[in-house]
């Protein structure tokens, strides 16, 4: 079954329907109780951990629909990561003897000494960023242990690039690393967990090799002030033309600013903003009125695909952090028209025509995520809206016997279900909406700072 394209009129009603979220929001419901929808998001969340628990314990992760598990890094082979994902997430909302069950299990059972490989990029962002945010949020010694022994074994990947680009895949045990054709993301998404690890530690390397990464790839930017997605770390070379905001290059801009407001790193808060104007001046581009950030070549500015993935919501956010909300609100229509006509946010979008490329989703986060950096910047509640809207498709949609999960088909009438939660559900969606919702005492909003899997590095207050 696929979707009826977009007339004219019903893409003018689902931009009207946008248009003015909060204008709608306000008049279509009486004033909504915070603290009721936290409270569900927390019973939600505390609901699908007793699936995992029961289902696929130390498991990667959990597939709700039939109650059996999936291995992420290595076949056969089980590194705990939608429990180490779910541990800040525990802690803030106050589920503490969960936290503490998945703390021990991390102690006794989890050992990185595997013979191997993992994704180097995917491995940084959920499992040492993990630990690290667990470590922050109790203090326990060998949370931070873990985190460095884990860091240290994905180091062998940078070392193997005479630039300093981690290839793409190392073994835990050997250090043989394989794939050096990355991207700007899988070189690129580093520093605030580096960075922080550092400061742990006292062992500032490791903040310079993941800016040493990032330099790299920021002094080869075309006269347009264009970065190329794809690179080399054998020839330290761009092997595409392609620029782009979301796949292979989202979390690499996340990181330029993250570093400035959680280091104080001049260089990077200056990247950060030329980026930010090289990407609005030659890739923001609107069809029908609605901004997008479509491939381009990034030498030249021209249009090389209109394809657009729900990943690219958080730029939303990112624009609003960097200060240029007026287009971070304008990007963030987009998407809430997206919302608006299809119920779930297609994974993948054409851009001139509003048709989904893909019918399946992922569970994906981006979306919450742009709200929640918007509304930690002047607390409209337009974003509290519309994210409340994003988690109750989620529920009406996702929930599934022992979890939520992923979706097959977003066209079918009911939409038709997967069999899959990914490990970033632990640590990403549940944990913006329950930010939005509850004003949680657990947190310092005004020093909050996320990761691009939403572990939380600085903000936890500790009684």
């Known amino acids: 079954m696929s979707f009826a394209r977009l007339t004219r ?48 314990w130390g498991k990667d992760e959990i597939n709700p629909v039939s109650g059996t598990a999936t291995s992420f890094f290595m076949k056969g082979h089980d590194l705990g990561l939608s429990l180490v994902e779910a541990l800040d997430t525990l802690w803030i909302m106050g589920l503490d003897a969960e936290f503490q069950a998945g703390v021990d299990w991390v102690k006794q059972s989890l050992d990185f000494d595997v013979d191997g490989e993992v994704q180097v990029f995917e491995t940084n962002i959920r499992l040492v960023g993990g630990l690290l945010a667990a470590h922050l949020a109790c203090g326990d010694p060998v949370l931070l242990a873990k985190a460095k022994d884990l860091a240290d074994r994905l180091l062998k990947a940078f070392d193997a690039s005479p630039y300093g680009l981690p290839w793409r895949y190392v073994n835990l045990r050997t250090g043989a690393v394989r794939d050096p054709e990355t ?75 993250d570093a400035w407001e959680l280091f104080g790193d001049e260089d990077c808060k200056r990247w950060a903003l030329e980026c930010t104007a090289a990407q609005l001046a030659h890739q923001a581009k609107r069809y029908d009125g609605r901004l997008w950030f479509p491939m381009v070549d990034f030498e030249t500015g021209a249009v090389l695909s209109t394809t657009q993935s729900e990943l690219a919501a958080y730029y939303a956010g990112l624009l609003a952090q960097v200060g240029r909300k007026a287009e971070g609100d304008d990007y963030l229509a987009t998407f809430t028209e997206m919302q608006a006509t299809y119920g779930v946010i297609p994974e993948s979008i054409d851009i001139a025509t509003r048709q989904p490329r893909r019918l399946h989703t992922g569970l994906r986060p981006e979306y919450p995520d742009a709200c929640l950096n918007l509304w930690l910047l002047d607390r409209d509640e337009r974003y509290r809206h519309l994210a409340l809207r994003h988690y109750r498709e989620m529920k009406a949609t996702s929930r599934a016997a022992y979890g939520y999960t992923a979706l097959k088909d977003i066209s079918a009438k009911p939409m038709t279900q997967g069999d899959n939660c990914p490990g970033y559900w632990w640590s990403e969606q549940m944990k913006y909406y329950y930010l939005l919702f509850s004003d949680t005492p657990r947190i310092d909003y005004a020093t909050l700072q996320l990761s691009t899997e939403a572990n939380v590095l600085r903000g936890f207050r500790r009684s």
């Open 9 to 56: 009129r019903s893409a003018l009603a689902a931009m009207a329907a946008s248009a003015s979220p909060v204008t709608r929001a306000r008049a279509a419901q009486p004033p909504v109780d915070w603290k009721v929808q936290a409270a569900d998001v927390r019973a939600e969340f505390q609901w699908a951990w007793q699936g995992y628990v029961s289902k696929a």
């Open 183 to 257: 991207n700007l993301a899988e070189i690129g998404t580093y520093i605030t967990e580096f960075g922080v690890l550092g400061r742990l530690t006292g062992e500032k390397r490791y903040f310079d090799i993941a800016k040493r990464a990032m330099k790299h790839a920021l002094d080869r930017r075309s006269k347009l002030g264009l970065m190329a997605a794809n690179i080399d770390a054998r020839t330290g070379e761009f092997n595409s033309r392609r620029a782009s905001i979301d796949v292979y290059a989202d979390s690499f801009y996340e990181y330029l600013w």
